[in-house]
C-alpha cells in the first residue's frame, strides 16, 4: 500500500516536472526541469527492479545531459523568445 | 484546417497507443519459460545463461554474449557521435590558447570538494565495469561514471587538461581489443564473439569467460569518448 502511495506522488512530481520544463521561459530552469524528470525516473527503474537501466538513467540523464544543455545554454542565449527572435531575424 | 489536422493526427497517434497497452496484462508474468506450451527467448535466456555462460548477471550475458554484435554496433554509433562533434568542434593547438574554458574561477568549495569526490567516483565507475557480470551495471554504465568523474574536474579547475593524445590510444585499443577478442571467438567457437565460459568459476570476480573482458574494454571505450565529447565542448568560445 505504501509503495502504491510513494509510487503515485512521484509519478505526480516527474509530471509536474516535465510541464514545468516544456512552458518556462527560462531555459536553465527547463533543463533543471528535465533533471528533475531524470532523476525521478532513474528512481522508478530502482524500484520497478531495472537497477541497470537506473544506473544508465542516472548517469546520463541527471549528470552528462543536464551539463551538455548547460553547455550549450551558455554558448547560445538563456531566454527562449530571444533566441526565437534571432531565428526569425534570419529567416 | 492544420489545426484539425494536428487533431485528427493526434486522435489516431493515441487511439494506436492506447490499443496496444491496453492488452498488455499489468502484474503478470509474462517472463514465460522454456518448460510452457509457448516458450519465449526471455525463458530460454533465464534458465540458461547461468548453466552456460557462467555469468551471474544474465542481463550482461545478453548484452555481451547474444547480442554482442549489436553491442559492438551501439560502440561505434557512440564513437561516430564523437568524430562527428570533435569534426565540428575540435580546435588546433594555435587557436587553443585564448580559449578559457571556463570564465570564472569556481569557489573554493567546489575545488576542494571535487578533489575528494573524483578518486571516489572514479573508483565506483572502474568497479561497475570491472564487476559487469556479476553486480547491475557494466560497460556503459561504469563508462558513464567515469566521465562524470572527469566532468567535476574539468569544470572545476582551469588548469586541469586531458590528454587527446593517450585518450585516442585508449579508444583505439579498446575498440580493436572488443573486435580482436569476437575474431577469437570466431576461430575457437565458430561464431563472431563466441564465449569460452569453461574458465573460472561462478560467482567470482573470475568467470564469464570473455564477457567481463569485453565489459572491461566498453568501459574504457565509453569513459574516454564521453570524456573527449565534455572537453571539447567546454572549450568552445562562448560568443557573446
Same mark, same amino acid.
Given at each position: 500500500?505504501?509503495?502504491?502511495?510513494?509510487?503515485?506522488?512521484?509519478?505526480? $512530481?516527474?509530471?509536474?516536472?516535465?510541464?514545468?520544463?516544456?512552458?518556462?521561459?527560462?531555459?536553465?530552469?527547463?533543463?533543471?526541469?528535465?533533471?528533475?524528470?531524470?532523476?525521478?525516473?532513474?528512481?522508478?527503474?530502482?524500484?520497478?527492479?531495472?537497477?541497470?537501466?537506473?544506473?544508465?538513467?542516472?548517469?546520463? %540523464?541527471?549528470?552528462?545531459?543536464?551539463?551538455?544543455? *548547460?553547455?550549450?545554454?551558455?554558448?547560445?542565449?538563456?531566454?527562449?523568445?530571444?533566441?526565437?527572435?534571432?531565428?526569425?531575424?534570419?529567416? | 484546417?492544420?489545426?484539425?489536422?494536428?487533431?485528427?493526427?493526434?486522435?489516431?497517434?493515441?487511439?494506436?497507443?492506447?490499443?496496444?497497452?491496453?492488452?498488455?496484462?499489468?502484474?503478470?508474468?509474462? +517472463?514465460?519459460?522454456?518448460?510452457?506450451?509457448?516458450?519465449?527467448?526471455?525463458?530460454?535466456?533465464?534458465?540458461?545463461?547461468?548453466?552456460?555462460?557462467?555469468?551471474?548477471?544474465?542481463?550482461?550475458? +545478453?548484452?555481451?554474449?547474444?547480442?554482442?554484435?549489436?553491442?559492438?554496433?551501439?560502440?561505434?554509433?557512440?564513437?561516430?557521435?564523437?568524430?562527428?562533434?570533435?569534426?565540428?568542434?575540435?580546435?588546433?593547438?594555435?587557436?587553443?590558447?585564448?580559449?578559457?574554458?571556463?570564465?570564472?574561477?569556481?569557489?573554493?568549495? *567546489?575545488?576542494?570538494?571535487?578533489?575528494?569526490?573524483?578518486?571516489?567516483?572514479?573508483?565506483?565507475?572502474?568497479?561497475?565495469?570491472?564487476? %559487469?557480470?556479476?553486480?547491475?551495471?557494466?560497460?556503459?554504465?561504469?563508462?558513464?561514471?567515469?566521465?562524470? %568523474?572527469?566532468?567535476?574536474?574539468?569544470?572545476?579547475?582551469?588548469?586541469?587538461?586531458?590528454?587527446?593524445?593517450?585518450?585516442?590510444?585508449?579508444?583505439?585499443?579498446?575498440?580493436?581489443?572488443?573486435?580482436?577478442?569476437?575474431?577469437? %571467438?570466431?576461430?575457437?567457437?565458430?561464431?563472431?564473439?563466441?564465449?569460452?565460459?569453461?574458465?573460472?568459476?561462478?560467482?567470482?570476480?573470475?568467470?564469464?569467460?570473455? $564477457?567481463?573482458?569485453?565489459?572491461?574494454?566498453?568501459?574504457?571505450?565509453?569513459?574516454?569518448?564521453?570524456?573527449? $565529447?565534455?572537453?571539447?565542448?567546454?572549450? +568552445?568560445?562562448?560568443?557573446?
Amino acid at each position: 500500500m505504501i509503495i502504491l502511495v510513494v509510487f503515485i506522488v512521484m509519478a505526480l $512530481i516527474l509530471i509536474a516536472a516535465a510541464i514545468y520544463s516544456i512552458m518556462h521561459r527560462d531555459l536553465l530552469f527547463a533543463v533543471m526541469g528535465t533533471g528533475i524528470v531524470s532523476l525521478i525516473l532513474s528512481l522508478f527503474f530502482y524500484l520497478l527492479q531495472a537497477p541497470d537501466v537506473a544506473l544508465t538513467e542516472a548517469a546520463i %540523464g541527471i549528470a552528462l545531459t543536464t551539463i551538455i544543455f *548547460i553547455i550549450t545554454i551558455r554558448n547560445t542565449s538563456r531566454d527562449e523568445d530571444e533566441i526565437i527572435d534571432k531565428e526569425n531575424e534570419k529567416l | 484546417m492544420k489545426k484539425v489536422f494536428i487533431i485528427i493526427l493526434l486522435a489516431l497517434i493515441g487511439y494506436f497507443l492506447v490499443d496496444t497497452v491496453y492488452n498488455i496484462p499489468f502484474g503478470e508474468n509474462r +517472463i514465460g519459460s522454456i518448460e510452457s506450451d509457448h516458450p519465449t527467448v526471455a525463458g530460454y535466456y533465464l534458465s540458461n545463461t547461468v548453466e552456460k555462460s557462467r555469468v551471474a548477471n544474465v542481463i550482461t550475458a +545478453i548484452v555481451v554474449n547474444y547480442r554482442g554484435l549489436d553491442t559492438l554496433g551501439e560502440v561505434t554509433v557512440l564513437f561516430l557521435a564523437t568524430t562527428g562533434i570533435a569534426s565540428i568542434l575540435y580546435r588546433r593547438k594555435e587557436e587553443e590558447e585564448d580559449v578559457e574554458r571556463l570564465s570564472l574561477p569556481s569557489s573554493m568549495l *567546489i575545488r576542494t570538494g571535487a578533489r575528494v569526490l573524483f578518486p571516489i567516483i572514479a573508483l565506483l565507475g572502474i568497479y561497475v565495469f570491472i564487476h %559487469g557480470h556479476l553486480t547491475p551495471g557494466g560497460g556503459f554504465q561504469g563508462g558513464t561514471i567515469v566521465a562524470t %568523474g572527469f566532468l567535476l574536474m574539468l569544470i572545476s579547475y582551469k588548469g586541469f587538461n586531458t590528454n587527446h593524445n593517450i585518450m585516442t590510444w585508449i579508444e583505439s585499443i579498446a575498440g580493436l581489443s572488443f573486435i580482436l577478442i569476437g575474431v577469437w %571467438g570466431l576461430i575457437s567457437d565458430n561464431t563472431f564473439l563466441g564465449n569460452i565460459p569453461e574458465i573460472g568459476k561462478l560467482n567470482s570476480l573470475l568467470s564469464g569467460g570473455l $564477457i567481463p573482458i569485453i565489459y572491461i574494454a566498453v568501459g574504457f571505450k565509453v569513459a574516454v569518448e564521453l570524456t573527449g $565529447i565534455l572537453d571539447i565542448l567546454l572549450k +568552445i568560445k562562448p560568443n557573446k
